[in-house]
């Protein structure tokens, strides 16, 4: 059945498009962003930055992964 495919592994969800190319990507980043975000910067000893928009959220987010491992596959 197609609804039981996984929609993280679908090659043109959101998440692949580049946050720059967002059309919300100017708005107040989401609460769930907000939620991990805080918990990716305590992990990597930075400053937690409510101010972003969506877009600078996602690559704030990516950035930390990367840097706290938690983004590796």
């Known amino acids: 059945m197609a609804n039981d495919q996984n929609p993280k592994s679908e090659p043109f ?6 946050p720059d190319d967002w059309t919300t990507g100017d708005e107040p980043m989401t609460g769930a962003q ?17 101010g972003l928009s969506k877009a600078e959220a996602s ?6 992964q990367e840097k706290t491992g938690r983004g590796a596959n």
């Open 59 to 64: 690559k704030r987010i990516d950035a930390l």
């Open 13 to 18: 969800s959101n998440a692949e498009k580049d």
């Open 34 to 50: 907000a939620s991990y975000l805080q918990t990716l910067s305590v992990e990597a000893g930075e400053e937690f930055d409510q």
